[in-house]
């Protein structure tokens, strides 16, 4: 299974980014799919998760300011992000799992470890 994130960049404060993840390598999109991030010298954090019927989880800290989707036919995973903070900059990961129970669960019982597929990763720095 691999995972190829794109749509990263700088944005003000305020500003929107779309982000992308190609999935490939599987088929049928049957995996549970997530973001997450990792600002420098903090952990990795996760950001946001959608199951296979498109049942979603977010962080707090992004609750009603990102939207997570994907699109099983395209094989692709998205992360809308919108009002963009300061504190958003972080190198985000998309992420797949076979377990479907991961996705059941909320997000903040969530580790990157429980998580076996990454991406490489795309910057979004947002300015103020």
């Known amino acids: 299974l691999q995972l190829k994130e794109s749509g990263g960049g700088s944005v003000e404060a305020g500003g929107s980014l779309k982000l992308s993840c190609v999935i490939s390598?599987?088929?049928?999109?049957?995996?549970?799919l997530g973001w997450f991030r990792q600002a420098p010298g903090k952990e990795r954090e996760g950001v946001a998760t959608?199951?296979?019927?498109?049942?979603?989880t977010y962080s707090d800290s992004v609750k009603g300011r990102f939207t997570i989707s994907r699109d099983n036919v395209k094989e692709t995973l998205y992360l809308d992000i919108n009002t963009a903070k300061p504190e958003d900059t972080a190198m985000y990961y998309c992420?797949?799992?076979?377990?479907?129970?991961?996705?059941?669960?909320?997000?903040?019982?969530?580790?990157?470890?429980?998580?076996?597929?990454w991406g490489q990763g795309t910057q979004v720095t947002v300015s103020s």
């Open positions: 959608i199951s296979l019927d498109g049942e979603s």
């Open positions: 390598g599987w088929p049928r999109m049957r995996y549970c």
């Open positions: 992420a797949a799992d076979f377990s479907f129970s991961l996705c059941s669960r909320n997000i903040a019982a969530i580790e990157a470890a429980d998580f076996g597929y």
